[in-house]
Nanobody, 126 residues
Framework: HVQLVESGGESVQAGESLNPSCIAS????????WGWFRQVPGKEREAVAA????????FYVDSVKGRFTISRDNARNTVYLQMNSLKPEDTAMYYC????????????????????WGQGTQVTVS
């Protein structure tokens, strides 16, 4: 199993930046993918970004391309989501995820592909 704990969500003004992080414990070597999802009340969870274990493969939803960057520090078992030029529509609960997934056919973006979820960290942009 893998336990995930996020931190770093805050209330910020539009145009500002945040860098939430996610610390993994347990057996992080048992998964091949790490990512971030977000959810607004009343809407489905949306995949934001994903990264492979070696950091070679990176995926982003179109709405954050060029603004967000996902990265992983293997030595610290930590995943980061650098969020720049934040917009009010980025407001959501952000969840860190990890799993043993199939990458083909957009597998990285399917919520049910990930076995492990954090408790979430709130990002509010006004």
């Amino acid at each position: 199993h893998v336990q995930l704990v996020e931190s770093g969500g805050e209330s910020v003004q539009a145009g500002e930046s945040l860098n939430p992080s996610c610390i993994a414990s347990g057996k992080p070597n048992s998964v091949n993918a790490w990512g971030w999802f977000r959810q607004v009340p009343g809407k489905e969870r949306e995949a934001v970004a994903a990264i492979s274990n070696g950091g070679i493969s990176l995926f982003y939803v179109d709405s954050v391309k060029g603004r967000f960057t996902i990265s992983r520090d293997n030595a610290r078992n930590t995943v980061y989501l650098q969020m720049n030029s934040l917009k009010p529509e980025d407001t959501a609960m952000y969840y860190c995820v990890a799993g043993l997934i199939g990458w083909s056919g957009g597998g990285w973006s399917r919520a049910n592909a990930y076995q492990y979820w954090g408790q979430g960290t709130q990002v509010t942009v006004s």
